[in-house]
């Protein structure tokens, strides 16, 4: 697929996508477009693998220095890179499962960071988002 219908497809249809498999350039475009499908670039967690399913596993954002120690980074991309690095790296499904459910459940409860509070939500920073998640865990 061309990567500018590419990108039109994934915002017109993202559930069709799975996987997407790019060159550097067009996958750092498309991540952070289909990033903000999901309302904040600090929801998306991504992976870079080889052959072999070894791979790098980070936010799609990168590190964020510039809001380095102000307690407004979404920790959640992070959180669910851990559980991608489980399930495709370390072959460990349940445990990956059991992340993303306690993600799901904290989301569920209404807590939310600064980039994607809003009305009727509950806004925490970042170590209290984590800690939540850490609670959530069954």
Avoid: C, W
């Amino acid at each position: 697929m061309y990567v500018d219908n590419a990108a039109m497809q994934l915002v017109k249809a993202p559930k069709k996508f799975d996987v997407v498999v790019t060159g550097n350039m067009f996958g750092d475009i498309l991540s952070d477009e289909a990033a903000m499908l999901t309302g904040s670039i600090g929801m998306l967690p991504s992976a870079s693998l080889n052959a072999s399913n070894q791979g790098l596993y980070e936010p799609s954002h990168g590190s964020a220095p510039d809001i380095a120690g102000q307690g407004i980074a979404n920790p959640l991309a992070t959180i669910l890179s851990a559980a991608m690095m489980l399930r495709f790296s370390l072959n460990q499904e349940a445990h990956a499962t059991r992340i993303e459910r306690a993600v799901k459940a904290v989301l569920a409860q209404g807590l939310r960071t600064a980039d994607i509070h809003s009305a009727g939500t509950t806004r925490v920073n970042t170590r209290e988002m984590g800690d939540a998640v850490v609670r959530s865990l069954k």
